[in-house]
C-alpha cells in the first residue's frame, strides 16, 4: 500500500505569512493527489485536485504543485479563515494532517 | 446543488454490524458519472478511506476493512449505505459520505455529508 506523510504535523503561522505544506508518497503517484481543508465539527472541503488544480470557489492564494512522489500546498498569504487541518489525499489513502495554528 | 445526509443508529453494540444510509438530495443518484464514497475520522484524529461504490455497482474497498464493510446502493429511493460487521471501540467515528468529483478511479471528493458519530459501546 502506498503511505502518504505529511509535513509539518502542526504549523504555527501568523496572518499575511506565506506557509508551505508538504506531503511524500512512498511510491510515484504522477499528479493523483488532492488536498482538504477540515475546519472543527465540520466536513472536509476540497481545496487542490490533480497536485496543482484549484477547485471551483477556492482562493487563489492556494496552490498546488509537485509530482510523482513529492508534493506541496502552499498558501500564499494566510487569512484569519485559513486557520484549520490540511489533508492530502491519493486514492484510499490520506495523508495525517497538518494542523495551521496562529502564532 | 448536491446535498448529502447520513442516518443511522449513533450507538451500536460490540460484535454487531453498523448499518448507516446517505441519502442524496439534489440530482439523481444515477445521472452523471460519478462514485458514492464512505469516510471516517475517530476523535481528534485523521480521515480514514473506507470504500466507495459506482451506481454500476462496483465497489472499491480500504484493504484493512474490506473483511467487514459492504457498501450499497439504492438507486430508486437515491440512497447508498454502509455496513460494518464486528465493530469493536475502535470503530467509533465520525461518519462521513461523500461524492467523487467524477468516475475517475483518482478522483477526490467534493460533495461531503455533515457526518454522523457512532459510538461503539456496550
Known amino acids: 500500500d502506498i503511505q502518504m506523510t505529511q509535513s509539518p504535523s502542526t504549523l504555527s503561522a501568523s496572518v499575511g505569512d506565506r506557509v508551505t505544506i508538504t506531503c511524500r508518497a512512498s511510491?510515484?503517484?504522477?499528479?493523483?493527489l488532492a488536498w482538504y481543508q477540515q475546519k472543527p465539527g465540520k466536513a472536509p472541503k476540497l481545496l487542490i485536485y490533480?497536485?496543482?488544480s484549484l477547485e471551483s470557489g477556492v482562493p487563489s492564494r492556494f496552490s498546488g504543485s509537485g509530482s510523482g512522489t513529492e508534493f506541496t500546498l502552499t498558501i500564499s498569504s494566510l487569512q484569519p479563515d485559513d486557520f484549520a487541518t490540511y489533508y492530502c489525499?491519493?486514492?484510499?489513502?490520506f495523508g495525517q494532517g497538518t494542523k495551521l495554528e496562529i502564532k | 446543488q448536491v446535498q448529502l445526509q447520513e442516518s443511522g443508529p449513533g450507538l451500536v453494540k460490540p460484535s454487531q454490524t453498523l448499518s448507516l444510509t446517505c441519502t442524496v438530495s439534489?440530482?439523481?443518484?444515477?445521472?452523471?458519472?460519478?462514485?458514492w464514497s464512505w469516510i471516517r475520522q475517530p476523535a481528534g484524529k485523521g480521515l480514514e478511506w473506507i470504500g466507495r461504490?459506482?451506481?454500476?455497482?462496483?465497489?472499491n474497498y480500504n484493504p484493512s476493512l474490506k473483511s467487514r464493510v459492504t457498501i450499497s446502493v439504492d438507486t430508486s429511493k437515491n440512497q447508498f449505505s454502509l455496513k460494518l460487521s464486528s465493530v469493536t471501540a475502535a470503530d467509533t467515528a465520525v461518519y462521513y459520505c461523500?461524492?467523487?468529483?467524477?468516475?475517475?478511479?483518482?478522483?477526490?471528493?467534493?460533495?461531503w455529508g455533515q457526518g454522523t458519530l457512532v459510538t461503539v459501546s456496550s
Open positions: 461523500a461524492r467523487g468529483t467524477s468516475g475517475s478511479y483518482y478522483s477526490p471528493v467534493d460533495y
Open positions: 511510491q510515484s503517484i504522477s499528479s493523483w
Open positions: 490533480k497536485a496543482s
Open positions: 439534489g440530482g439523481s443518484i444515477s445521472s452523471g458519472s460519478y462514485y
Open positions: 489525499q491519493h486514492l484510499s489513502t
Open positions: 461504490i459506482y451506481t454500476s455497482g462496483s465497489t
